[in-house]
Every structure is written in structure tokens, then in C-alpha cells.
């Protein structure tokens, strides 16, 4: 989970709290950012989903603090391998990775077969979030 910096050194990934219009906290966001320069980017796996939310709370959001880990499945898998290792790495993250498309493609047989249209839309939804990631190691 490294990048490197426009100034050569490593960046290092976080879960970082993004703060909106000086109102909206929104924790557990991955961000990217260099020790040397403080140079700081979103993970881009993660982008579409941190705007599409911000696009939904609009230009005049009320306070409150959002959970980006309960919107996006990629925040949530990290949370996971951070809680159970202090610095998640590539092939820890690739089996959590693993280990929740094969529970969400059970979920989705299930949610098939119960008929609940809503749920697999749902499901469906975390698997592309997942599929969207490819990881740099
Ligand atoms: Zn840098």
C-alpha cells in the first residue's frame, strides 16, 4: 500500500479524517500522504465514492460526522486489516480483499434467491466498489 511522491519519497496510506465545509467529518477516509513534503491524495479506488458523497450534502451540509467506512467497502476492508495489523500490507490486504468478494458473492446468491431486489442492488454495489480496486504493492 505505498505510492511514490512527486518528490520521490514514499507515501504512506492512512485513514485519515476529511473535514467538509468546515461541518461534515467524515472518518476513516484513505489518503495517501508524503512524509517529506505533507503532500496528501485520496486513495483513488476510493475518489468516486468521497465525491459522489460530498455531492450529496451539498453546499450548505447540517453538522454531523459520517462514517466513510460504512459507505465504501475498500474503506471498510482497510479499517478491518488496520485493526488486526498496525500497518496494513499489500498481500494482508489482498486476502481481506479476497475473503469479503467471496461473502458478498454468497450474500448475493442468497439475496437472489430470497428474491430481494434491493439487497442484491446493494450487494451488487459493494462488489463493484471492490472490483474497482487494483492494488500497487
Ligand atoms: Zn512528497
Known amino acids: 500500500m505505498h505510492k511514490t511522491c512527486t518528490c520521490g519519497q514514499t507515501m504512506t496510506m492512512k ?6 465545509s468546515g461541518k461534515v ?10 512524509p517529506s513534503c505533507s503532500r496528501s491524495e485520496v486513495l483513488p479506488e476510493v475518489k468516486p465514492d468521497l465525491t459522489g458523497l460530498i455531492g450529496q450534502l451539498g453546499e450548505e451540509p447540517a ?3 459520517l462514517l466513510f467506512n460504512e ?7 482497510l479499517l478491518e486489516a488496520s ?3 498496525k500497518t496494513p500490507s499489500g498481500p494482508a490486504v489482498q486476502q481481506i480483499v479476497d475473503e469479503r468478494i467471496d461473502s458478498l458473492l454468497e450474500l448475493l446468491l442468497l439475496a437472489g434467491s430470497v428474491g430481494d431486489e434491493a439487497w442484491r442492488q446493494d450487494i451488487e454495489k459493494r462488489l463493484a466498489q471492490l472490483s474497482r480496486c487494483t492494488l500497487h504493492t
Open 83 to 85: 485493526a488486526s495489523r
Open 71 to 77: 459507505l465504501n467497502e475498500w474503506a471498510d476492508l
Open 15 to 20: 485513514l485519515r479524517t476529511v473535514i467538509y
Open 63 to 65: 453538522k454531523q460526522t
Open 25 to 34: 467529518e467524515i472518518d476513516n477516509v484513505p489518503i495517501y500522504s508524503c
